[in-house]
């Protein structure tokens, strides 16, 4: 249902229902809820990808045969308990995490992808909002983030039609960030999780909650955070550390 693969500083979690195109139920929600928290705790642990089984679905959002045969199902929809809402399990972790789109991401998986911090998308990833086509509304972020994210009028486009957008078009919305054949998706986004592995986890963490604190905010309120977080950090930055780091960018820079 779900796996979990350690390589290294970076961990690969697998939604693996592929015969049910990797959907949210309970019992999944509770197992990413689970290992986020216990790779949030690993101290091994850098960077997290997060993808789905197979090639045709990265999830297609919560079980709907799960929900229609629950009269109290419905209330996942909205429920903001990180163990059953895996926006809230995959948000919370203060590690990276990047999401390896392999297939379609359809209302509460696309929910689910724009919970990540970067996104690689596969030729056959697709996006899709369907919470009005099904009759719910999105519970989990997608009516506000969406539109910060690829502008207003393209986020009323897709929520008021539910049409699906092909990963290249995504690209040039800037909803992800590239697209690779499906056979390099894995490679690239774990590439990527190793670069951003080579530096130490305590910063990865610091500079994610820095940017994701301030994007909630207003601009003005951002530029605040960032000069008092920044203040106290860089306080305890010795000569002798920014030196060493200096010549670690500088022998990478000469390796790349």
Known sequence: ?????????????????????????????????DAMVALDEDPDVSVVVLTGAG????????DLKELGGDPDAMSAANDQDARSNPVRAVERCRKPVIGAINGVAITGGFELALACDVLIASENARFADTHA??????????????????????????????????????ADWGLVNRVVPIAELLPTALKLAEDMASIPVETLSFYKGLIDEG?????????????????????????ERVEERRRQVMARGRSQ
Do not use: C
């Open 1 to 33: 249902m779900l796996d979990v693969e350690r390589r290294g500083p970076v961990a690969i979690v697998t939604l693996n229902r592929p015969e049910a195109m990797n959907a949210l139920s309970k019992a999944l929600r509770k197992a990413l809820h």
């Open 55 to 62: 090639e045709k679905a990265f999830t297609a959002g919560l």
């Open 133 to 170: 086509r099904v009759g719910i509304m999105p519970g989990w972020g997608l009516s506000q983030k969406l539109s910060r994210l690829i502008g207003l009028y393209r986020a009323k486009e897709l929520s008021l039609t539910g049409n699906f957008l092909d990963a290249h078009t995504a």
């Open 215 to 239: 994007y909630a905010r207003s601009f003005r309120e951002g530029l605040e955070i960032e000069h008092q977080r920044s203040s106290g950090h860089n306080r305890e930055v010795t000569p």
